[in-house]
């Protein structure tokens, strides 16, 4: 059976990891999540203290550090390693939130980080997720989604994420940072968050994580797997 590579990219917070894990699940593929690459190479630009308007310091620091994805082919997800320490579990917090949208928007990070996704990409059966796979990191993949929600909906989801390690925090806070966040990613100048031409949109307001799931499995079947 053809393996493809599957590119789902939309807004903070539309559910895109949640649906690209499930998905992977469903079809024994590999799941990647980019969004984590980028919080990753934020925690440790923040953690080295980094000054983040010195570009030359971003750019020499990268050539440095050892990012890399470590897959579990049995239960189809990844984990990303700095400096060959896994990291996935300091990653979703606020500081993270705040900084990352600023900090991916840079080139020098960009070109980073899409050099090693498109590597991991040349394997094929792959589901990724992020803001720009459909348009720079896969414009060739198979199948591609793009996700939207309400953003009320979406500072919701995002709390109850954000409430199990930041108990004090507010849902006012939360839908600013996306707020913040959504208005970065769409302007920025290197790959800005936009649906590809031939994506197919899917507003998960209204949908159960099951639904959704099944909506789009079906559509991978119809088109891939009969």
Avoid at 30 to 53: C, H, N, P, V
Avoid at 143 to 149: D, G, S, V, Y
Avoid at 155 to 184: G, T
Wanted: hydrophobic share 45%; with cysteine.
């Amino acid at each position: 059976m053809k393996r493809i590579n599957i590119a789902i990219d939309g807004y903070s917070a539309c559910g895109k990891s949640t649906l690209a894990r499930l998905l992977a699940q469903k079809l024994h593929y590999i799941w990647i999540d980019s969004g984590a690459m980028y919080r990753a190479i934020t925690f440790a630009l923040l953690k080295a203290q980094i000054d983040l308007e010195n570009r030359k310091a971003i750019e020499f620091y990268l050539k440095e550090l050892h990012l890399d994805i470590v897959v579990d082919e049995q239960k189809c997800v990844s984990q990303v390693l700095l400096n060959h320490q896994v990291v996935d579990q300091f990653l979703r917090n606020m500081e993270i939130s705040e900084s990352v949208s600023f900090i991916s928007s840079l080139k020098e990070v960009r070109l980073f980080a899409v050099n090693i996704q498109q590597k991991i990409g040349q394997r094929k059966g792959i589901v990724m997720d992020g803001r720009d796979i459909g348009t720079t990191v896969f414009p060739q993949a198979e199948l591609k989604f793009f996700l939207i929600a309400d953003i009320d909906v979406r500072a919701k989801r995002r709390l109850l994420e954000l409430k199990v390690q930041q108990p004090l925090i507010s849902i006012n806070e939360v839908r600013k940072n996306i707020e913040e966040r959504d208005h970065i990613d769409t302007q920025r100048k290197i790959s800005p968050l936009q649906r590809a031409y031939d994506a197919i949109e899917i507003d998960n307001t209204h949908l159960s994580i099951e639904e959704e799931l099944n909506l789009v499995f079906d559509l991978v079947n119809t088109k891939f797997l009969k």
